[in-house]
């Protein structure tokens, strides 16, 4: 067996360093699941805690607010810690939220949920930084797709699961239970950090060598430059103009997929005359389907330009409101197309912004910029939906403004990304 310098085995080495990306897979599935968790319960939340439609509605809105409103203290967190530290951080208050979220109470409801999503606004900024940091560069598109794909993956776990565990035992069991999720993503990270650490400490024979693990695994040897070093000038992400149109694409994303994450078991009721119980689960098609876009993307970058990988997913993303609004019968295959679409629009924004970025302070400023800007528009999706069904009585006028919001995606940013190889 070949033999690594100080007494380490490639083989172990191999072994070792896939423990990253593994937590991150387990770390993602905590980042998009507690938002959606109350969603098959809302009914029964709403009868025993008496809260209004309003209320209801901000336990979907409160968390992608979070997104942008907390996003600088997210990036002033991770420039004090580490990221090593941030992502256990935010797991630790994820889940602290879902265990105060649920207790009985409205206000423990809507406490706990602001505290996920503080939380998950924490791990949404460091993780590109994780993944940045410590990927080689013609790896960083297959990684980021398998990270967006395990944070549609918790969805739907969450979405299919919930309503099943609160028939035999409760609702606020069922939107408990899932804090398993952070405890295994905890333990996991934890390991995967001290493997890390071990397999980067030199002995005294050998030099420092600046390479992630998942480097070290392929055998690229990329030097990452970790802050900018003394002398390298970066332009502040705001006064960049790719930056704006990347965080005006992604707010059109944002708005798009949680307006429909909100509303689509509502919709599929009231167009199609499904229950309840059937509109949720079909809804989880839409959530699991973005695997195919989150890992798709990656493989297409390898060859297209982003500019033209952000056209093809505003194409198919927009089957999805005017396949609802002209055939909603065929929901099944408009929430393929959609869904799809929707894991594919995150991942190719985030792939542009790690290509684009120059430092790991670099790919914190632009991640913060553009996810906090993008989650703030996303945040008004399912109020401004359900606002404007309120007063039309209908679902035209909120698939309109979906379909503003895809157009949106669509044209700002391939128009960003186009100067982007």
């Known amino acids: 067996m070949t033999t690594g310098a100080g007494g380490r085995t490639a083989a172990g080495l191999r072994g070792a360093a896939w423990l990253l990306p593994a937590a991150i897979v387990l770390i993602a599935l905590n980042f998009r699941g507690p938002i959606v968790a109350t969603a098959p319960v809302i009914g029964d ?35 004090k810690a580490d990221p090593e530290r941030a992502v256990s951080l935010s797991l630790v208050i994820v889940l602290v939220g879902t265990v105060v979220r649920s207790m009985p109470s409205s206000a423990a409801l809507l406490v706990g949920t602001a505290v996920i999503g503080i939380g998950i606004t924490i791990g949404n900024v460091v993780i590109p930084v994780v993944i940045r940091r410590d990927t080689s560069p ?71 060598v600046e390479t992630g693990p998942i480097d070290q695994v392929l055998g690229t040897g990329a030097v990452r430059t970790v802050d900018g070093g003394a002398g390298s000038a970066q332009v502040r992400p705001d006064r960049r103009l790719i930056t704006w149109g990347l965080t005006l694409a992604f707010g059109g994303q944002a708005f798009s997929y949680y307006a429909l994450t909100a509303w689509i078991p509502t919709l599929l009721h009231d167009e199609i005359g499904f229950s309840k119980a059937s509109s949720g689960a079909s809804s989880s098609v839409f959530q699991i389907l973005a695997v195919v876009g989150a890992l798709g993307v990656p493989v297409l970058a390898a060859k297209w330009r982003p500019r033209a990988i952000i056209a093809l997913v505003a194409f198919l993303w927009l089957a999805m409101p005017l396949g609802l609004l002209f055939a909603p019968q065929l929901w099944l295959l408009w929430s393929v197309l959609g869904g799809a679409a929707q894991g594919g ?77």
Do not use: K
């Not at 509605?57 to 600088?72: D, M």
């Not at 069922?174 to 999720?181: D, G, L």
């Open 45 to 79: 939340v709403r009868v025993d805690l008496g809260l209004t439609a309003t209320v209801a509605g901000l336990l979907t809105t409160i968390p992608v607010l979070c997104f942008a409103l907390a996003t600088p203290f997210a990036s002033w967190v991770i420039a």
């Open 138 to 208: 013609e790896r960083v598109g297959l990684v980021t797709g398998v990270y967006t794909s395990a944070l549609n993956v918790g969805s739907m776990i969450t979405s299919l699961g919930t309503a099943p565990i609160a028939a035999s035992w409760g609702w606020p069991v069922a939107i408990a239970v899932w804090a398993v999720f952070a405890v295994v993503a905890g333990l996991a990270w934890t390991y995967a950090v001290g493997a890390r650490a071990a397999w980067r400490r030199p002995t005294a024979s050998e030099p420092v």
């Open 345 to 421: 629009g995150i991942t190719v924004i985030f792939i542009v912004i790690v290509r684009i970025v120059s430092s790991d302070a670099d790919a914190r400023r632009m991640s913060a910029f553009v996810q906090g800007g993008g989650y703030l528009l996303g945040s008004a999706g399912p109020l401004v939906a359900g606002s404007l069904h309120g007063i039309t009585g209908d679902w035209t006028a909120p698939l309109l403004v979906v379909l503003v919001a895809v157009l949106t995606l669509g044209i700002v940013g391939t128009f960003a990304a186009r100067r982007v190889a």
